[in-house]
């Protein structure tokens, strides 16, 4: 398995909902990642977990708070949260956080979230 | 604080003309990366140009990592209409694991 999964396609929700975004991976990878990006620019970094340990936390808004169960698990909890807050949410995951960048980075296929 | 410039930021071409996009900065990179996204899709790796002056040919794509292994650039010959989509460089920055993106150049190309 080479793929890293993420779960729903596309989430609409509401400033006072709760949600999850879910990503999942069977690679063997110790070193996961949350990116969030807007149409025609580039992702940016939220938040990096390494041997399942929050390791980077970009000044991420409250509002938004990872977990990762297990080496092969990561979520993204999300709680009032606001429009501008729109964007697609990508997953990745690579070898470990220090691993040349020749073993590369796989991303998942995002979760396009709309906040209404 | 290493940058990525990239550019152009979009490129609107017919199908059968070439291109290149640049992807410069001040700072030494180890190594670079491009990667292809699709609308809705995730990023996808192309290549990853390690060696100061390496060129890697990828079918009709060919990467050029510079000399100061400061910058390089993606030729695409005789684009296609499935060349078209959101084309990023990447560097990776020390030990964290950062993956330093370029702002990104939006290529459609026209039938």
């Known amino acids: 398995d080479t793929e890293v999964t993420q779960t729903p396609k596309h989430l609409v929700m509401g400033m006072t909902n709760k949600k999850s975004l879910k990503c999942e991976q069977h690679?063997?990878?110790?070193?996961m990642y949350w990116y969030k990006q807007k149409a025609k620019k580039p992702p940016e970094l939220m938040f990096v977990y390494s041997y399942e340990k929050l390791s980077i936390n970009e000044s991420v808004p409250s509002r938004f708070s990872p977990e990762c169960p297990n080496s092969s698990l990561l979520n993204l909890h999300l709680h009032a949260l606001q429009p501008e807050d729109s964007a697609l949410y990508l997953c990745?995951?690579?070898?470990?956080?220090?691993?040349?960048?020749?073993?590369?980075?796989?991303f998942g296929s995002g979760t396009r979230l709309t906040v209404v | 604080t290493q940058l990525l410039e990239q550019s152009p930021q979009f490129l609107s071409i017919q199908e059968g003309e070439n291109l290149t996009v640049y992807c410069n900065s001040s700072?030494?990179?180890?190594?670079l990366q491009w990667y292809r996204q699709e609308p809705g899709e995730g990023p996808v790796l192309l290549v990853t140009v390690v060696t100061g002056g390496e060129v890697k040919k990828l079918k009709r794509l060919t990467f050029q990592f510079g000399d100061a292994r400061k910058d390089s650039s993606l030729h695409i010959t005789a684009a296609q209409p499935g060349d078209t989509g959101l084309y990023l460089c990447?560097?990776?920055?020390?030990?964290?694991?950062?993956?330093?993106f370029g702002q990104g150049t939006t290529l459609q190309v026209k039938p």
């Open positions: 990447a560097g990776l920055s020390g030990n964290t694991g950062k993956l330093i």
């Open positions: 690679m063997g990878h110790r070193a």
């Open positions: 990745a995951s690579r070898q470990n956080q220090g691993a040349s960048i020749i073993y590369g980075y796989t």
């Open positions: 700072s030494v990179f180890s190594s």
